[in-house]
């Protein structure tokens, strides 16, 4: 444990079946305590480096090929999935991926099986997630694949916090839901974050959200950053869902880029 982020990625590089460059250059840092955002349109290096930081990335061959991801202090760049897991680093891919078969609550404990914790343990932290997400405990009989989007979205936040995280990797949790269920999971990311103390990377799409609720953002196009800043600075830019999220031509982006780059 240091004093210093909880999580910095220094400049890494990202390559599919070692010949699709998908992610080059992008460094940025995760502040303990901070919700930091990644934001951009699809195919961006979004996901790509959140599986980068979790290793996740291997399973769809992918691989690090430069750079270094440091975690609490300690290079982590090639570290297994499950160790990152266990010592408090949890993502939560994009698609929820829920076990449909199992009922809530099974999917829920799926995410202790890292941590071999006694049954009273156990159900105190199902409780304290159930305090989260009253709805999951109404429906914790239910087969998963039987529970809407929102609710599912709900399960597979539910089941990275039975881990215990320090920092949760979370991939496009507004992805085909309602505004309303955008604004209460967001809230109880909020909520995590500033009673309990956990660390948030999300890569996200809907910019006015997400950075309602980040202290500090990345964008992301073409696989590197290329622009960053507080919430408050890139909120008061009001050029970036035209220049980042596809609204205008890839000439004109080109021609912005520099001038709009944060320092």
């Not at 010949?19 to 349109?41: H, I, P, Y």
């Not at 991801?69 to 300690?74: D, L, S």
């Not at 010592?87 to 698609?95: C, D, I, T």
């Not at 890139?234 to 001038?259: I, K, N, P, S, V």
Request: with cysteine; hydrophobic share 40%.
């Amino acid at each position: 444990m240091t004093n210093g982020p909880i999580l910095q990625v220094d400049d890494i590089e990202v390559l599919y079946a070692q010949a699709v460059l998908a992610v080059r250059s992008v460094s940025l840092k995760v502040e303990k305590g901070q919700v930091v955002v990644l934001l951009g349109a699809n195919g961006a290096g979004k996901s790509t480096t959140l599986k980068a930081v979790s290793n996740l990335v291997r399973a769809e061959r992918g691989e690090v090929v430069r750079g270094r991801i440091v975690y609490q202090g300690e290079e982590v760049t090639h570290g297994a999935p499950h160790a990152l897991a266990a010592n408090g680093l949890v993502q939560v891919l994009e698609g929820r991926r829920c076990f449909a078969q199992l009922s809530v609550e099974q999917n829920l404990l799926a995410g202790a099986l890292a941590r071999q914790v006694p049954r009273r343990q156990l159900q105190e932290d199902l409780e304290s997630v159930y305090a989260h997400f009253p709805r999951l405990k109404l429906r914790r009989k239910s087969l998963a694949g039987y529970t809407s989007g929102g609710e599912q979205q709900m399960i597979a936040i539910g089941r990275a916090l039975m881990a215990r995280p320090r920092l949760v990797l979370l991939d496009e949790p507004s992805m085909g839901l309602a505004p309303q269920i955008v604004e209460e999971i967001f809230d109880i990311v909020h909520q995590l974050n500033q009673h309990e103390g956990v660390s948030f990377l999300i890569a996200e799409q809907n910019i006015h959200v997400a950075l309602r609720y980040a202290h500090y953002g990345y964008v992301l196009e073409s696989g590197r950053v290329v622009s960053e800043g507080s919430a408050g600075q890139l909120t008061a830019r009001g050029d970036l869902q035209d220049f980042y999220l596809g609204a205008r031509t890839t000439g004109e982006q080109g021609a912005g880029l520099e001038a709009q780059r944060s320092p």
